[in-house]
């Protein structure tokens, strides 16, 4: 194989075999939504490559693939992906591909195009062409030369990493069942070999967004982690304090890839909502964590150190403003005044101000019901598995007790939470004889707020922006905790902007 500039790889195949061992390659890095170009001589096995292909990822060698020449477009259901296989020799122009009903076949497929030169310009920009060769004298060996473009530049490189890395591990031969990831840009798949099981994460270095505020991104402001170096360095700290996060089994930290330890499926919800018991360790986790004076730097295996970023107020205030931004225009049909806006961030900088002297501690941000898992044949507080606690930063105790009493993703009940939140300070006041109950619990309504605010700003973003519409069903209990928190005294004055801009927040049952 060689490389040339701008990620073009040109393989030399000696026969058939190799060809089809390029294609089960490729097989491996496709994801939903990926559109492979085949180019390149008549004759040279563009449908042989894609046959191989959709065979790999179908798990059957001997799957009947036919040429799509007549058909014009063949699909497969396949373990992992939905497939669709066309080919265009046959169209007259572009504007056919609407008659044939190509939108609705290639919508989250991946899709194996031959003759693509037939569309035109209707193909994204972001596809991976695959031009196959006849070699002249030699009737079986083809060259074979992989064009990317757009993100598909990374990805290859992305996929070579990711292929040593399974094959160093042990874990190449290794069955890949995606699993359903995140609101973020980050992928998951379960690892199966045999009985044993791993995850793998692929989370490439996040880029920079647009700058948004003193020439920085939101992601900077916000303190979300860049790489997977912070997720090293959070789940060797927290095994080594004795909780059960995943043990990292295989990383390469450059590409953004790990392989973890599977702690299962099994969570701290049942039909009925969150399960008592469940919270209650989940709950005791936290108090115990809280209670220790914890490192603000920590090592990263053999790379460096990760130093925890301050949750500060640039970061709440950053956060609390993407109600402003998405949530309160959708309610009220109109733009936030820019007096409104003022308002709101010098209020919440006011109320905000006297935490950030408070105690800090590891704020994992997202401990909350997707990301706990229960672990029965444990013992003791190793029995709540913990995962997702990358963006983990310095901040106040009451955030993360907040993220798992008010789940953004389930209703918790008043009553459950008023008894967790009585046992925790009890465990904190039994740890420390000087802790502040009435402190803590203003606090604790503060950071619910600032949290709720956030989560319904980014709610109505995946809806808006992502098309992601299924988070609107959270915002109903989202209102309600916000409702809940804003009557604490200590959030008076917060609690009359609310009041005077979105009035139909404190009238439940309103239409959204």
């Given at each position: 194989m060689s490389e040339p500039s701008h990620g073009v790889r040109i393989y030399d195949v000696a026969d058939l075999a190799e060809t089809e061992a390029r294609a089960a390659e490729l097989a491996a890095a496709l994801a939903p939504g990926d559109l492979v170009t085949l180019t390149g001589?008549?004759?040279?096995?563009?449908?042989?490559?894609?046959?191989?292909?959709?065979?790999?990822?179908?798990?059957?060698?001997?799957?009947?693939?036919?040429?799509p020449t007549f058909t014009l477009i063949q699909t497969y259901d396949t373990p992992r992906l939905h497939v669709v296989h066309a080919d265009l020799y046959r169209i007259g122009s572009p504007d056919?591909?609407?008659?044939?009903?190509?939108?609705?076949?290639?919508?989250?497929?991946?899709?194996?195009?031959?003759?693509?030169?037939?569309a035109g310009d209707a193909l994204p920009e972001d596809r991976l062409d695959v031009e196959i060769r006849l070699v002249p004298g030699s009737p079986d060996a083809r060259r074979i030369v992989v064009t990317p473009t757009g993100r598909w530049v990374e990805r290859l490189d992305r996929n070579v990493a990711l292929r040593k890395l399974l094959a160093a591990s042990g874990w190449d031969a290794a069955d890949r069942i995606p699993i359903q990831g995140d609101a973020s840009t980050r992928a998951y798949e379960r690892l199966v070999r045999g009985e044993e099981t791993a995850i793998l994460m692929i989370a490439p270095r996040r880029p920079d967004g647009p700058p948004v505020r003193d020439g920085k991104p939101y992601s900077a402001i916000a303190k979300l982690a860049e790489?997977?170096?912070?997720?090293?360095?959070?789940?060797?700290?927290?095994?080594?304090?004795?909780?059960?996060?995943?043990?990292?089994?295989?990383?390469?930290?450059?590409?953004?890839l790990l392989i973890v330890e599977d702690l299962g499926g099994e969570g701290v919800l049942g039909p009925e909502g969150p399960i008592p018991e469940r919270y209650e360790l989940a709950t005791?986790?936290?108090?115990?964590?809280?209670?220790?004076?914890?490192?603000?730097?920590?090592?990263?295996?053999?790379?460096?150190?990760?130093?925890?970023?301050?949750?500060?107020?640039?970061?709440?205030?950053?956060?609390?403003?993407?109600l402003l931004d998405w949530y309160v225009p959708h309610i009220v049909r109109r733009p936030v005044s820019a007096t409104a806006r003022?308002?709101?961030?010098?209020?919440?900088?006011?109320?905000?101000?006297?935490v950030q002297a408070q105690r800090r501690t590891w704020t994992l941000r997202d401990y909350h019901s997707p990301n706990l898992l229960?672990?029965?044949?444990?013992?003791?507080?190793?029995?709540?598995?913990?995962?997702?606690?990358?963006d983990a930063v310095m901040g106040h105790p009451a955030y993360d007790l907040a993220s798992l009493l008010q789940d953004a993703r389930r209703a918790v009940p008043e009553r459950l939470e008023l008894d967790l939140f009585q046992r925790y300070l009890r465990a904190r006041r039994e740890a420390d004889p000087d802790f502040d109950?009435?402190?803590?619990?203003?606090?604790?309504?503060?950071?619910?707020?600032?949290?709720?605010?956030?989560?319904?700003?980014?709610?109505?973003?995946?809806?808006?922006?992502?098309?992601?519409?299924?988070?609107?069903?959270?915002?109903?209990?989202?209102?309600?905790?916000?409702?809940?928190?804003?009557?604490?005294?200590?959030?008076?004055e917060l609690r009359v902007w609310y009041r005077q801009n979105l009035p139909t927040l404190f009238e439940t049952g309103t239409p959204r």
């Open positions: 001589d008549l004759g040279a096995g563009k449908t042989a490559f894609a046959r191989a292909l959709i065979r790999t990822l179908a798990k059957d060698p001997d799957l009947e693939v036919p040429s056919e591909l609407a008659g044939l009903g190509w939108d609705e076949a290639a919508e989250g497929a991946a899709v194996l195009l031959e003759w693509p030169e037939r790489s997977v170096h912070a997720f090293v360095a959070m789940a060797d700290g927290l095994r080594g304090l004795g909780y059960s996060a995943p043990e990292v089994l295989a990383a390469d930290l450059d590409a953004g005791a986790l936290l108090a115990d964590l809280h209670r220790r004076d914890l490192p603000e730097t920590l090592p990263v295996r053999d790379d460096g150190e990760h130093v925890l970023p301050a949750y500060d107020l640039d970061a709440l205030l950053m956060e609390a403003e993407l003022d308002r709101f961030v010098a209020l919440w900088r006011a109320a905000l101000e006297p229960w672990l029965p044949e444990r013992e003791g507080l190793k029995r709540m598995g913990i995962i997702d606690f990358q109950m009435a402190d803590f619990a203003a606090s604790y309504a503060l950071m619910a707020a600032q949290r709720a605010t956030k989560v319904l700003g980014i709610f109505l973003r995946l809806d808006r922006r992502d098309g992601k519409p299924g988070y609107l069903r959270h915002v109903p209990h989202m209102e309600a905790y916000l409702r809940r928190n804003l009557s604490h005294p200590a959030l008076a």
